[in-house]
C-alpha cells in the first residue's frame, strides 16, 4: 500500500499556512516549495541545543526568526567556544526545508541503488523490519545483523535496540575516523586525552587541521596560542590552512609520520632532553621504550619521512626545552600510517616523556564526575553523576563478535564494544572473518554512511549486495540509504529532544543534549522514538521504559531536578573547578574549594597519577607482540605512482554538509591540489579535467595547481563525488575513499588513507 | 556625539572559514545565489623568506566615509546614516546601478528578489537595532571580526585600533572605508 | 586554494552592459545631428530647398528625437526597476550626474520633438493621419517670435546632452578609463561625427535631393575635420591615463593590448571608425570622384565607428580598472 504522496496535507499539518506549489516525484521527500511557504514554527528565544552538522558537536543556541528563518550562534555560555559557530554550523536551519529531506520512510522496489522506490507509512516499515530481522534470526542467528550508528545520542538507542534483539555486532563510526588515539590515550594514560593547546608554547602538529576541518574550541586555542607567540610547527605533505598559520610547515612525506616520530623520540632519549623525574615517578615501560626505539636515529629516519636529521633534531631540542608548555598533538581523522596504532601511541608518549602531562600548557586527562568525585573527601559537595534508566538484561550470545573484541586474543581489545571495527562489517558479509564462525547477513544503519566513508568503495558495495536486510535511518538519502531496502527518515537535529550527556575536561561538565528548536517537517521521527517504536513492533518494548525523551532525562538525573532546570535553560554546565594534578596552583585552588581533598595531595604539593603512564604495553606485546615502538616499512604506491591523500575543508566534511545547498554553494566540488611541476609532466593545466586513477578505481575532477602541496602527491578534500543520486551534485567531483584500499590496520582497526594514484588529463 | 561604525578584520587571525558568510546569510535572508560577504583565500603567495601564507580578503562593503556609491545616486536612494552606515532605500532606488558601477569595492549585487542593489549594511535591519552585534562578527570562530564605534575611545574597535597596525583597500581613491585590516604576517618557515 | 566562498557569478565587473554602450551611441547622434542640422540650417538653408543641405535640416530633425527616445526606453528597460523609473523625475541627487542628465534630457527631449514639428509642417499639413498635430503646431508658430532664441538653447543644450553622456562615465572614479575629463569632449565629438554621418545617410536616402560636387567635398571635408580632432582626443585619453600611472597606467596597458577588446579599438575604433573614413575621404579628394556612393560608404563607417568607440569604453572602460 503506497500512496503518492500529498504534500498540500502535509503541509496543512505541518505548519497551517503553507501552500504548495513543485510537487517533487521522488517518493519521500519534501519536494520544493517556495521561500513564503517556508514557516517555522518554534522558539523566538535562543534555544540551547548542541550542533549535528558534524561530530564535533559543538555547543549552540537557535532562535526562529518572524517565522521566517532560524538563526543558530554559538552558545554563549560555553567558554571554550566563546559563542561561536562554524560555516556548517551556521547552515543547519537550512535542512529543515531541504526539498531533498526525507519525510516518509521509501521502501526499496528495484535492485538496491537502482533508485526505485515508494513510499511506505511508519507502521508498513516497523512491520516489514521487524519480519526481515526475525527471519534472519530464526535462520542465522541475531548475532549476524551489524549495527553501525553515529556518535553519540543515536547509539544509546539502537545499540541498545541490537543488544535486545540479540546481537553483539554493535558499532560506531570510530574506525574510519578517530580510533586509534583513542586506544592508545587508554593504553598510555588510561582514559582518554585533553590537550591545553591555548597555554602551550610549543605544539608539533601532524596534519591536526582544526583551521579547515573546523573544530571551533581547537581553532580558538590555536589561534590564542599563536597570538601569545607560541611556536607552532606543521608537518604535512600540504599547505594546509594550519600548516600556513604556523610558525614552521615541513612537507612530510606522506604515510612516513612515524619515522619522524620514532627519530624525535630517539631524540629525546639518546640527547636526554626527556623529563627523568617525571618518568621515573609516573611512568612504566621506559627501559623497553628506550630500546625498541634505540635504532631510529635521526639520520636513519631521515631518508623515510623527507624530513633532514638536522631538522628533526633542532624540533625535538626546541620541543623540550619548550616543555612542560608544549604539545606533541596526535591530530584527528585520516589515518596518516599502515601502522596507526604504533604511529598514535609514539605521539602520546611524548609528551610524557617531557612530563608535559596533567600541567598547563600540555595534555591532561578528561575529569567525570567519576575521576573527581574520586579526590574529594567525605564532606566536600560531589558532582552530580548520571543515572542510566533501568532495563532488563540481554539475551545472552554465545558468539564472538566480528571484530572479536571481548575475546581474550583480540587485537582491537583497546576499542570499546560501542565503537567496534566497523570497517570489518563489509568484509564479514563477504567472508567468514577469521575466528568468526559466520557471516554478516543484516546491517543496519544508523547515520552511519559507509558508502562514503569507508575506504574501498567496491568492497562496501559488494557487501552491501550480499546482504539479507539493509536498513538506514537518516534525514536524506545518503549514499547509503541509496543502497538500503528501507530508509526511515530521523528529524535534523533542530527538530528533536536528546537524553543528558556528561563529560569533563579539566572538571566534570554535563550538557543537555540536543533541544527542539522547531516542531519537526513533515513524518520524520527523532530517532529515539524510532527505536522505541520499532522495539515494541519487534516484540521488545519493556527494553524502552520510557515515555519519551524528558521522561528519560527525569531518570537520567534522578533527584536533581534542579540541574534538568539549569541545563535546558543553559545548555551546559560544569561542576568545580579545573584542576591540573601537576600543577601546584591548579591543585591548591581545588583544595581550596574543596577541603577534603588534601588528603590525596602529596608532598609537592601534587596529586598523583591514578595510574602509571604505560610507556610500554604488555597486553599489546601479548596479543601481537606490538608492546614496544617499532617502524615497518610499508608500500604505499608503485615508483611511477603518486601519493594520495584527503582532509577536509571548513564547510563540507560530514554528511550533514554533503547536501546542504548553502555549504554546496560554497564548495561544490573539490580540486585535486597538483603541484605545477607534476602537472607539467603529465601536460595538466590549472582548471583541467582530470582523472585520478589506480587499480581500485578511477575518479574524475579538476586541477588545482598550487605549490601548497609535495611534487609527489595529490590532495583531494573529502566527501565528494556523491553516488546517491538523491544528492545535489551527486557524482560531482572526486570520491576519495573508492580510490584506498580495503585495509585494517593492526590492533587499530583502521581505514588507510594513503595510496598511490596516477593522474591523466582528460 | 553620532556613532561612526567601522569594522576591522584581522588577517592573521582569519581562517577563511567562511562561518561569516553563512551567518550574514542565516540573518539577513540573503537569497542564495548572492553573498553580501566573502572571504576569499588566495595563494598561497611565496614571500621572500621562502614562507607560504594564505591571504583572506574580505569582499564586503567597506562603509566609505566618502561614498561614491551615494555621489552617484540620482534619486537619493544610496545614502549614509547617522551612523556612518552606507545603505540603499530600495522603495526609491530605480535599479540604474549607478552605484554598483560607481562602488570601487565591488560590495554591491543586485538582490534577486527586490531588484535593487543590496550591500552589507552592517546588519542594521537585522540586529543593530536589538542592540547585537553584526552576524559574521558574532559567529567567527577566531574572532578575526571587530566591530564598533570609532567614535568611542573606550569601544574595542577603539583599542584595537590604537594597538594594531591597519591598512585600507584601495586607500589611494580616497574614499576612507570604515573597514580596517589587519594584514596577515604569519607563516611557516620553509626549511 | 579552491574557491571556497562560492560563486563569483555576483562580481561581473560588466555591471552596464550592451544597451547603456548603445544609448550613449543614440544619446550622442541625437545630439550631434540635431546641431549639425541647427547649424546647416543657419548657415546654409534659408531658401534652399531640395539641396542636401535642406534633406540634412529634415534628417537632423528626424534623428535627433527619434534616436533620444528610442535611446531613453533602452535605458529604462536597463533598468532593474524600470517601473520605478519615475523616481527619476521626482526625486533628485544633484551631485549625481544622472540627475543634472535626466534635467538636460527632461528639456532637451520636448525642444528637439517640436523642431521636428515646425520642419515637418507642410508634410503634417498634407497628411491626415497627423492632422490631430496641427493644433499643437499652431500653438508652437505663436511664439515664433522667440524662434530664434529656442533654437539657440536647442544647440546649448544639444552640446550638454552631448557632453553629459561622457560625464556620466567620467563620474566613475574606479575605472581610470572613464574617469578623465577627456570623455565627455570625446563623446561630444564622436556624437558630432555621427551626428554629420547619420545626417548625410538618411537624408540622402530619404529626402531625395539633388547633389553637387561642392556640397560632396565640402561634406567629406567636414567629416575629415571632426575625425581629426577624434584622433588626438583619443591619444589624449591614453597618455593622460598612462600619466597618471598606477592602476591607470596598468589599465590603459591592458585596455590596449589584451584580448576581444584590444582587438576592437585597433580594428573597430582606429581602423574601421578613423582610418578607413580618412582613407575613403583622401582617395575620394584626391581623385576628384565626387560619387554619392562614397559618401555613403564613408558616413556608414563613421558610424559603425562611433558605435564601436561607446562599446568599447564602456566595456574596456569596465574590464581594465588595473587592479
Ligand atoms: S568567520 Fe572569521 S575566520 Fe572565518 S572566514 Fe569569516 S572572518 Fe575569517
Ligand atoms: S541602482 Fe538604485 S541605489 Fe543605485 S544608483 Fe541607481 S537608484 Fe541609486
Ligand atoms: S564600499 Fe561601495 S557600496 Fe560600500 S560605501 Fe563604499 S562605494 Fe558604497
Ligand atoms: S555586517 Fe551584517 S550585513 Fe554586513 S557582512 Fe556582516 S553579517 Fe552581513
Known sequence: MSKEVNRRDFLKLSSGTAALVGLSSIPGTLGAISSEQKRFNGSAKFVPSVCEMCTSSCTIEARVENGKGVFIRGNPNDKSRGGRVCARGGSGFNQLYDPMRLINPIMRVGERGEGKWKEVSWDEAYTFIAKKLEEIKEKYGAHTVAWTARSGWTKVWFHHLAQAYGSPNIFGHEATCPLAYGMSGKDIYGSSIGRDFAKAKYIINMGHNVFEGVVISYARQYMSALQNGAKVVTLDPRLSMMAAKSSEWHKIKPGHDLPFV????????????????????????????????????????????????????????????????????????????????????????????????????????????????????????????????????????????????????????????????????????????????????????????????????????????????????????????????????????????????????????????????????????????????????????????????????????????????????????????????????????????????????????????????QLFSHKLEKVSGTGGLSYNPYKYKEVDELFFINGKSAVRTNGAGANNVWLNNLLSEAAAWIHPNTAKKFGIKDGDEIEVYNKYATQRGHAMLTEGIREDTVFAYFGFGHVSKKLRFSGKGIHSNSLYPSFTGKNSGMDLHVVGVKIRKV | MAKKYGMIHDENLCIGCQACSIACRSENDIPESVYRLQVRVLGPKKLPDGNMIFEFHRQSCVHCENTPCVTVCPTGASFVDENGISLVNTDICVGCLYCNAACPYDARFVNPITHAPDKCTFCKESRLGRGEEPACVSVCPTEAIVFGDINDPTSKISKVLSQRPTYHQRADLGTEPKMFIVPNKKGGIQS | MNPIWGSMEQYNPIVWPWPIAVYLFLAGLSAGSIMVALLVKWNRHEGEHNTIWDAMVKAGAILAPVTIIVGLLLLIFDLKKPFDFYWLLISYNFTSVMTLGVLALFVYTPIVLIFMLLIFEDTIRKVKLFSMLIPVIEFIKGFHSYAKIIEYSLFGIAIVVGAYTGFLLSAIQANPMWNTPVLPLLFLTSGVSAGIAANILVGLMFFKSSINKESIKYLLVMDLRVIMTELPLILVLFVGMMYTGGDSLVAAKQALSTGYWAKVFWFGVIGVGLVLPLIIAFTALRNHAYKVGYIMINSFVVLCGVMMLRFYIVYAGQLFTGV
Not at chain 1, 275 to 299: I, R
Open chain 1, 262 to 613: 620514532l627519530a624525535f623520540m630517539n631524540v629525546l632519549i639518546t640527547d636526554e632532553l626527556y623529563d627523568k623525574e617525571f618518568v621515573a615517578k609516573n611512568c612504566e615501560g621506559f627501559e623497553e621504550l628506550k630500546n625498541s626505539v634505540k635504532e631510529y636515529t635521526p639520520e636513519a629516519m631521515a631518508k623515510e619521512c623527507d624530513i633532514d636529521a638536522g631538522t628533526i633534531r633542532r624540533l625535538a631540542h626546541e620541543f623540550a626545552a619548550a616543555a612542560p608548555k608544549a604539545i606533541f598533538d596526535y591530530g584527528h581523522r585520516v589515518t596518516l600510517s599502515a601502522q596507526e596504532m604504533e604511529l598514535r601511541r609514539a605521539m602520546m608518549m611524548i609528551n610524557a616523556l617531557v612530563g608535559a602531562v596533567e600541567k598547563e600548557g600540555g595534555y591532561y586527562l578528561p575529569k567525570n564526575s567519576k575521576f573527581y568525585n574520586a579526590l574529594l573527601g567525605e564532606d566536600d559537595p560531589k558532582a552530580p553523576s548520571l543515572k542510566k534508566p533501568k532495563t532488563p538484561a540481554y539475551p545472552k550470545v554465545e558468539v564472538p563478535r566480528i571484530d572479536r573484541i571481548g575475546e581474550e586474543d583480540c587485537e582491537y581489545f583497546l576499542a570499546s564494544k560501542g565503537q567496534g571495527i566497523t570497517t570489518l562489517v563489509p568484509k564479514a558479509a563477504l567472508n567468514e572473518l577469521p575466528g568468526v564462525p559466520y557471516k554478516i547477513h543484516g546491517w543496519f544503519i544508523v547515520r552511519n554512511n559507509p558508502v562514503m566513508n569507508y575506504a574501498n568503495l567496491e568492497t562496501v558495495l559488494e557487501a552491501i549486495k550480499a546482504m539479507d536486510l539493509v536498513v538506514a535511518v537518516d534525514y536524506q538519502v545518503s549514499d547509503t540509504a541509496w543502497y538500503a531496502d528501507i530508509v526511515l527518515p530521523d528529524t535534523t537535529y533542530l527538530e528533536r529532544d536528546q537524553e543528558i550527556t556528561a563529560g569533563g575536561g579539566k572538571n566534570p561538565s554535563f550538557s543537555i543534549g540536543r533541544q527542539k528548536v522547531v516542531e519537526p517537517i513533515g513524518n520524520s521521527k527523532p530517532t529515539w522514538l524510532i527505536a522505541k517504536e520499532l522495539a515494541e513492533k519487534m516484540g521488545l518494548g519493556e527494553y524502552f521504559p520510557w515515555a519519551d525523551v524528558e521522561d528519560y532525562r527525569l531518570q537520567q538525573v534522578g533527584d536533581d531536578i534542579d540541574l534538568l532546570a539549569e541545563l535546558k535553560l543553559k545548555g551546559l554546565k560544569s561542576f568545580g573547578v579545573p584542576l591540573m594534578l601537576q600543577d601546584k596552583k591548579s591543585v591548591a585552588k581545588f583544595v581550596k574549594k574543596f577541603p577534603g581533598a588534601a588528603a590525596k595531595v602529596n608532598e609537592e604539593g601534587l596529586i598523583d597519577f591514578p595510574k602509571k603512564i
